[in-house]
């Protein structure tokens, strides 16, 4: 036990998965719920919104979840980069996964708009430079950190 007593990874990946289904079942039936608003709000068609939704609670419930997991059992939040590092890597690669599969399943590339293909390139390049200096910075921790002398704990629970 490393003295941490933030929620569990299991109880964020329990959290995204009911916002990823609730926020799909409106999106999907948000044609067929009679809200009493405009047709668009600023240009932004109500399932649109809907989704818009759905992506930001995505990724701040990831994000804050796996910062406040690095908090200590005395109630301290421990701001370590490693932490930070994880909780953004974590974040956006959840946001982009839910992304693909909406654009991929629900919205077929043939239907895509020219706006959404460029979104999705542009994420994807996005997600490959934080992964890329996710594990760089990763690397260049644990290399700098045995030049030191001091010992890198890697534990696999």
Same mark, same amino acid.
Request: hydrophobic share 45%; proline share 3%; with cysteine.
């Given at each position: 036990?490393?003295? #941490?007593s933030?929620?569990?990874v299991?109880?964020i990946?329990i959290?995204?998965?009911?916002?990823?289904?609730?926020?799909?079942?409106?999106?999907?039936?948000?044609?067929?719920? #009679?809200i009493?608003?405009p047709?668009n709000?600023?240009g932004i068609?109500?399932s649109?919104?809907i989704?818009?939704?759905?992506?930001f609670?995505?990724?701040?419930?990831?994000?804050?979840?796996i910062?406040?997991?690095?908090q200590?059992?005395?109630?301290?939040m421990?701001?370590? #980069?490693?932490?930070?590092?994880?909780?953004?890597?974590s974040s956006i690669?959840?946001?982009?996964?839910?992304m693909?599969?909406v654009?991929?399943?629900?919205?077929?590339?043939r239907?895509?708009?020219?706006?959404?293909?460029t979104?999705?390139?542009?994420?994807?390049?996005?997600?490959g430079?934080?992964m890329?200096?996710?594990?760089?910075?990763s690397?260049?921790v644990?290399?700098?950190?045995?030049? #030191?002398?001091?010992?890198?704990?890697?534990?696999?629970?």
């Amino acid at each position: 036990m490393n003295g #941490k007593s933030g929620p569990s990874v299991i109880l964020i990946g329990i959290l995204d998965i009911l916002i990823v289904v609730i926020g799909s079942t409106i999106w999907m039936f948000s044609d067929f719920i #009679k809200i009493n608003l405009p047709e668009n709000i600023r240009g932004i068609s109500i399932s649109s919104m809907i989704l818009l939704v759905t992506l930001f609670l995505l990724a701040c419930v990831t994000f804050f979840g796996i910062l406040a997991k690095g908090q200590t059992s005395t109630g301290i939040m421990s701001h370590n #980069k490693g932490d930070t590092r994880i909780a953004i890597a974590s974040s956006i690669l959840i946001v982009y996964f839910f992304m693909l599969g909406v654009n991929t399943f629900c919205n077929p590339p043939r239907e895509m708009t020219q706006i959404t293909r460029t979104l999705m390139d542009s994420f994807t390049y996005v997600v490959g430079t934080v992964m890329i200096f996710y594990f760089g910075a990763s690397a260049y921790v644990q290399v700098h950190a045995g030049d #030191k002398g001091d010992t890198v704990e890697t534990t696999n629970k």
